[in-house]
């Protein structure tokens, strides 16, 4: 993690919005590998990893080297998300609150700084999908900028529920969608 003078913690890095749809492959390790996940780009090569927060509590989006880019803390039904390993309210990011939760529908709204609470009516994305067919469509406004769905192949009957791609479209934030996705699918 970079040093800086006045102790702050560096800011996300924010990659450069790609023109066409980028994707990613997502693997569930196994629950004796600990319950993260690893996000694996177009080529193969390990772009992200979802791990147990340090220090008790929530979930991080660390990056391939395992320097951390997001924690996230999760309560009654809601979620913080703050820039590296910071829990201080001048580094929060988001604010998710899950608003429906049935066996096959989950919706998650998330809020952003600095309006971030729950009392905003506005939310500035809404996440909805089912979580054990691992599908999510992220939107913002009427406009999709993400979504999630299993590895079909032909031919085969039964599909894993350990792999999914996340397809983000172009013009949105890499980070913080991966984030939104580690919300959804890995929090209750």
């Not at 066409?20 to 193969?44: C, I, N, Q, W, Y």
């Not at 979620?79 to 001048?90: E, H, I, P, T, V």
């Not at 998710?96 to 809020?111: L, P, Q, T, W, Y």
Request: proline share 5%; hydrophobic share 40%.
């Amino acid at each position: 993690m970079e040093w800086r003078p006045d102790g702050a913690a560096p800011p996300v890095p924010v990659a450069a919005a790609p023109v066409v749809p980028v994707d990613f492959t997502v693997v569930k390790r196994r629950l004796g590998g600990g319950g993260g996940m690893e996000v694996r780009d177009a080529s193969g090569g390990l772009a992200f990893r979802f791990v147990a927060a340090a220090g008790g509590g929530g979930r991080a989006l660390l990056d391939a080297a395992g320097g951390v880019l997001v924690t996230v803390r999760s309560g009654e039904g809601e979620w913080q998300a703050f820039r590296g390993n910071s829990l201080d309210y001048k580094d929060i990011i988001y604010t998710a609150k899950s608003i429906s939760v049935c066996s096959n529908r989950k919706e998650v709204h998330v809020f952003m700084p600095p309006r971030s609470n729950s009392q905003d009516t506005k939310a500035s994305y809404r996440l909805i999908g089912n979580t054990s067919r691992r599908a999510c469509t992220i939107i913002s406004g009427d406009s999709i900028v993400s979504q999630t769905n299993l590895l079909y192949k032909l031919k085969k009957v039964v599909y894993s529920t350990r792999k999914f791609r996340v397809t983000i479209y172009p013009g949105n934030d890499t980070l913080l969608v991966m984030a939104m996705v580690m919300n959804f699918f890995m929090e209750k």
